[in-house]
């Protein structure tokens, strides 16, 4: 099967349809009262946000198998604020009535997530998770079991990918998948759900991925309005 007829791109979600699994990038829950804690005030409408686009998504896809969370599920490095005890929880009842089963892959920023997961039997907590020929993980570390021939694809989050986007007066930038191969793998590297920051280029930055990933040879989905999605080409090859 290609892979435009085994994977949807909803928006910022990916959509496994064989396998009816939805793929959610990196959400930072929490994120405005880390702010505020830190003297930077700002109104907390992101979670509400993010029901509303899930929503539309759910309103394509129905009921899925499974739902999997690529890390960096809150923001915060250390102690549980409230906010993200608050909004994890809430997130993961909302999922539950979407979907058989929720799979959370640790990210760097969710060393302390064990404690919110204990509260809701649903949660499978994983450094990585192999489904089939797929691969979900955050994409900071590598583990020798995510290198086995059998898989086929690598999905990640953690780069938090954008490509800006010039056209001779005013650039600007999108939150874009990126899309390649790495050691006979497809890779696809998922735009983060988190709307506090559209992300980095990775003409600019360093993503901070555990690969050295030739991102310039990688395929650009960029984001557009609603769950729309457009393709640009190869990264290296944009102006």
Known sequence: ????????????CLFLKRERILVIGDLHLGYEESL????????????????????????????VEKVVLLGDVKHGFGNIIRQEWNDVISLMD????????????????DVILE????KRECIILKDFYIYEDFCFLHGDRNFEEINNKKIRYWIMGHGHPAVKIGDGVKVEKYKCYLEGTYEKKKIIIVPSFFEGNLGSDPRENDLGFA?????????????????????????????
């Not at 409408?45 to 686009?53: H, R």
């Open 1 to 12: 099967m290609k892979l435009n007829e085994e994977i949807e791109y909803l928006g910022k």
């Open 36 to 63: 505020n804690n830190s003297g930077v005030f700002v109104s907390r409408k992101m979670f509400e946000e993010v029901i509303s686009y899930l929503d539309k998504v759910f309103f394509r896809t129905g009921r």
């Open 94 to 109: 909302y999922l539950r009535e979407k979907s058989e089963e929720i799979i959370i892959v640790k990210g760097n920023h």
């Open 115 to 118: 404690p919110i997961v204990k």
């Open 211 to 239: 690969w050295d990933f030739n991102l310039n040879r990688f395929k650009v989905k960029v984001v557009g309005e609603g769950l729309e999605i457009l393709d640009f080409g190869e990264l290296g090859k944009i102006g």
